[in-house]
């Protein structure tokens, strides 16, 4: 399974990269990562032939994670890509609209990735 990781904050590929090192090396998950919503857009335009689950913080500078979500669900139709949303703040506003614009899963910082990890799994199955 391909995830594209979306997050501003660049530890986070170092972060994942360590918490899923077994996956990684086991062939199982492979991680690409985007620092803004607009380099994730054009990594899934160059790459629309790769199956990918998408990992997105919401706050991000320029283009929000919901902007990007809002733009990935209605670009990429067929088939939907998997998309959850993570953030640092777990307020009703930003899960409502996440929902609303057709967020598959919605996961608050910091991150459980024993959690994270099995919902990958079962996508993945």
Do not use: W
Request: charged share 25%.
């Amino acid at each position: 399974m391909k995830i594209l990781v979306v997050d501003d904050e660049r530890d986070v590929q170092f972060l994942f990269q360590q918490r899923f090192r077994k996956e990684i090396k086991n062939d199982e998950m492979t991680f690409v990562f985007a620092f803004s919503g607009e380099e994730a857009l054009t990594y899934l335009e160059n790459n629309r032939h790769d199956s990918v689950l998408i990992l997105s913080d919401i706050n991000m500078p320029g283009m929000s994670g919901l902007e990007l979500l809002n733009n990935i669900k209605t670009a990429y139709k067929t088939p939907p890509p998997v998309v959850m949303m993570i953030t640092a703040y777990g307020d009703q506003e930003n899960f409502n609209t996440a929902m609303r614009l057709g967020a598959d899963d919605f996961l608050t910082k910091p991150l459980e990735f024993s959690v994270l990890k099995e919902k990958l799994k079962r996508i993945a199955s």
